[in-house]
């Protein structure tokens, strides 16, 4: 039962942060031109290896990337690029150890439109949905801790 709510919450938190980047692409968002991509960081209190099986697993459920690879090691995860139409979307995250209980995570989610000129570096994303994406790693984390192994 806990787990169906946990799924509700984050399919609500996903169309909501759906529905805020829709808004912000009416308003100009993705027509700025970047040079490199935005770096997001947050905290949280779990180990390295559930954050990474988290972020893996939020990144494979909403098809943000395809053939997401986690390495333990270094404690990153990549996905390669999901074109759509002419943007396309790649995500890179990293995991470090602050102290004995909390990791920081950055997040680069890099988007690039198709031009004449080729593949352009674009933001879409603010603030706001990078918080979201946030929110719906923390729900994964409790989920990945509540897993009997």
């Known amino acids: 039962m806990i787990k169906k709510w946990?799924?509700?919450l984050c399919a609500a938190?996903?169309?909501?942060?759906l529905t805020a980047c829709a808004h912000e692409l009416g308003s100009g968002l993705g027509s700025d031109v970047?040079?490199?991509?935005?770096?997001?960081?947050?905290?949280?209190?779990?180990?390295?290896?559930?954050?990474?099986?988290?972020?893996?697993?939020?990144?494979?459920?909403?098809?943000?990337?395809e053939n997401v690879?986690?390495?333990?090691?270094?404690?990153?995860?990549?996905?390669?690029y999901v074109i759509s139409d002419d943007w396309r979307i790649k995500t890179n995250a990293r995991v470090r150890r602050l102290n004995w209980k909390e990791c920081e995570v950055s997040l680069v989610v890099t988007t690039e439109k198709k031009t004449k000129?080729?593949?352009e570096l674009r933001r879409l994303l603010g603030k706001d949905q990078y918080d979201s994406?946030?929110?719906?790693?923390?729900?994964k984390i409790y989920e990945e801790m509540a897993k009997v192994e």
């Open 133 to 139: 994406f946030f929110s719906v790693i923390d729900l």
């Open 13 to 17: 938190t996903l169309m909501l942060s």
């Open 117 to 119: 000129a080729g593949w």
């Open 6 to 8: 946990i799924r509700l």
């Open 34 to 65: 970047i040079s490199k991509p935005e770096e997001y960081r947050h905290i949280y209190e779990a180990k390295e290896r559930i954050i990474l099986k988290s972020i893996a697993g939020v990144l494979r459920e909403k098809k943000i990337g």
């Open 69 to 80: 690879s986690v390495d333990y090691r270094l404690n990153t995860v990549d996905s390669d």
